[in-house]
């Protein structure tokens, strides 16, 4: 069964700063992984999706990069601006196409 | 306007009442899903469409029924509400095939009292 984990729970940092979110799994065969950002009381908005034959993926300050084989992939953050408070979710589909997501980085950036 | 549409989007309802959850896309997508979230839990799947006549069930499905009316149209029920079903629940469509992304609503809030 694939489990999905992301490292921190929670992260508070100054604007500016640059910053990682982490989220590894469990079982490497996947076709994809998809990093989603979802607001207070809001849906989830889909950031990046990189393929499992890529090793990035970026989006204006967003980058996310893939290692299968180790089972981990990272969300960078430049550049932090109080806009970008959210909680980061990861998530990677099975075999019956459901997502199995992780539990979630709550990113709050301060002015 | 949203691609993916949800109503209502909020929902406060008594013990024992049917509830009706709906979700309409433009997007032309095959796919659709119906997801709960819980808080600590994350997002768990209860039901999922391939097309109109393809409905199949996720790994919380007891106590839901959906309704695929149309491409556009998949609706969510819940027969006889009970409080533990509280929660937020998410309309998502996708294109065919493992590689597509999964697009998503703005969520239902329901509340079971």
């Known amino acids: 069964k694939q489990e999905v984990t992301q490292i921190p729970a929670a992260l508070s940092v100054p604007e500016g700063e640059n910053l990682v979110l982490n989220c590894s799994f469990t079982d490497s065969a996947i076709y994809n992984l998809q990093w989603f950002r979802q607001d207070p009381g809001k849906g989830l908005t889909s950031l990046l999706l990189?393929?499992?034959?890529?090793r990035e993926q970026t989006s204006g300050r967003l980058n996310a990069s893939l290692d299968k084989s180790s089972g981990r992939s990272t969300l960078y953050i430049a550049a932090s601006q109080p806009g970008d408070s959210a909680t980061y979710l990861c998530a990677v589909p099975g075999s019956n196409y459901k997502l199995t997501f992780g539990k979630g980085t709550l990113l709050t950036v301060n002015p | 306007d949203a691609d993916v549409t949800q109503t209502p989007r909020n929902r406060i309802t008594k013990t024992g009442k049917r509830i009706m959850l709906e979700c309409s896309q433009t997007k032309g997508h095959d796919r659709m899903y119906w997801y709960r979230q819980d808080p600590g839990l994350g997002l768990q799947l209860i039901y999922y469409?391939?097309?109109?006549?393809?409905?199949n069930k996720g790994e919380i499905s007891d106590g839901y029924s959906v309704s695929r009316q149309a491409q556009a149209k998949f609706s969510l029920s819940l027969e006889s509400a009970i409080p533990n079903q509280t929660a937020l629940y998410f309309c998502a469509t996708s294109e065919a095939g493992y590689h597509q992304p999964q697009h998503f609503g703005d969520g239902t809030r329901l509340s079971i009292l």
């Open positions: 990189i393929q499992s034959s890529q």
């Open positions: 469409s391939f097309d109109v006549k393809d409905i």
